[in-house]
C-alpha cells in the first residue's frame, strides 16, 4: 500500500489597500525616523538646501534596500507589513527575489500616481487588491 502526503493549501486572502496603504506609512515613519537620526548625528553639505541636498541620493539607497531586502527576505516584507501580518509573494506563493523586489520599489510610485489619479477621477479604487506594481512583476500581497 503506498501512502502520499499532500501538504494542504491554506485560505490565502489578497490584502485590503486600507492595511496596505497603513504598513506604507508606518514603514515611511520608521525610515523617516532613521533618516531624521542621521541628518542630526552628521555635517550637511549643504543647510541651504532642503530638497537639493547630496545626500538625498542615500535616502533613496536607504529606502531601496530597506524595502527590497526586507520584502526579499525570509520575513518577505517590511517590518509595516509585518506588524500587519502582509507578506508578499509571486504567483505561487514563494518567497520573491531581491530583482523582483526592487523592480517592485521603483514602480511604486507609478502606482501611487495611478491611484491618486484614480481617486480624483471619482473612479473606485478600493476594489484593486493588486496595484501597478504588483502586476508588473507578478506579485501579490497576501494577509
Known amino acids: 500500500m503506498q501512502l502520499s502526503y ?6 490565502l486572502l489578497e490584502a485590503q489597500l486600507g ?6 506609512c508606518l514603514d515611511s ?7 531624521g537620526l542621521i541628518e542630526y548625528f552628521t555635517f550637511s ?3 541651504e538646501a532642503l530638497l537639493f541636498k547630496s545626500e538625498r541620493l542615500l535616502h533613496i539607497l536607504l529606502g531601496w534596500l530597506y524595502f527590497a531586502g526586507a520584502e ?3 520575513w518577505q516584507g517590511s517590518i ?12 505561487s ?3 520573491i527575489s531581491f530583482r523582483r523586489a526592487s523592480l517592485r520599489y521603483l514602480l511604486k510610485p507609478v502606482s501611487i500616481f495611478v491611484l491618486l489619479l484614480q481617486a480624483l477621477t471619482g473612479t473606485s479604487v478600493t476594489s484593486y487588491s493588486r496595484l501597478f506594481h504588483d502586476r508588473i512583476c507578478k506579485t501579490r500581497v497576501l494577509s
Open 45 to 47: 553639505s549643504n543647510e
Open 80 to 91: 509595516g507589513k509585518h506588524l500587519l501580518g502582509l507578506r508578499v509573494v509571486g504567483h
Open 19 to 24: 492595511t496596505r496603504v497603513l504598513a506604507f
Open 72 to 74: 526579499s527576505a525570509a
Open 93 to 95: 506563493g514563494d518567497r
Open 6 to 11: 499532500q501538504k494542504a493549501k491554506s485560505d
Open 29 to 35: 515613519l520608521f525610515l523617516i525616523s532613521i533618516i
